[in-house]
């Protein structure tokens, strides 16, 4: 899952983005490492720039995706952030820290989980180990925000 995510770093943030390499947001990119584990079922959309926590829980649910606390994150897992003012923030545990598409880094990009981001970790939820075991070494990449 880390290296589908990694492999979009540097494509432009774009609201609503959905292709890597063009532009992508924040569930945009999970959509992606989502789509290259075969979960093609459930992409979220038509959603504000401020979210709707119980709306984004509900879709990670029905794509498939399982719940576990913010402290058992794992490389792989998707993160939920809470921003403050309405703004929540979609991000895969990677072995450095997250990768994300941030409207303010206007990119995807990756860095470290510091004191900063890790206070706004809010939840967490894991790719099922079914779905993760049938695509080893078969990431798939595209072409090549919400927060």
């Known amino acids: 899952m880390a290296a ?9 943030f774009r ?5 890597p390499g063009r532009g992508l947001d924040c569930v945009g990119l999970v959509a992606h490492v989502g789509r290259s584990l075969g979960l093609s079922a459930h992409d979220e ?9 119980a709306r984004l829980e509900a879709g990670l649910a029905r794509a498939g995706l399982v719940p576990v606390a913010p402290g058992q994150a794992r490389v792989g897992d998707v993160l939920l952030f809470d921003l403050g003012r309405g703004l929540l923030h979609l991000a895969i545990r990677s072995e450095h820290g997250i990768i994300h598409a941030h409207r ?3 990119r995807v990009a990756e860095h470290r989980l510091d004191g900063e981001w890790q206070a706004a970790l809010t939840a967490a939820w894991r790719f099922p180990q079914e779905m993760v075991a049938g695509t080893a070494g078969a990431v798939k990449t595209g072409e090549a925000r919400h927060g």
């Open 104 to 106: 303010g880094l206007g």
């Open 4 to 12: 589908a995510a990694r492999a979009c770093v540097g494509t432009p």
């Open 15 to 19: 609201t609503h983005g959905r292709v």
């Open 45 to 53: 959309t038509g959603y504000g720039l401020t979210g709707n926590g």
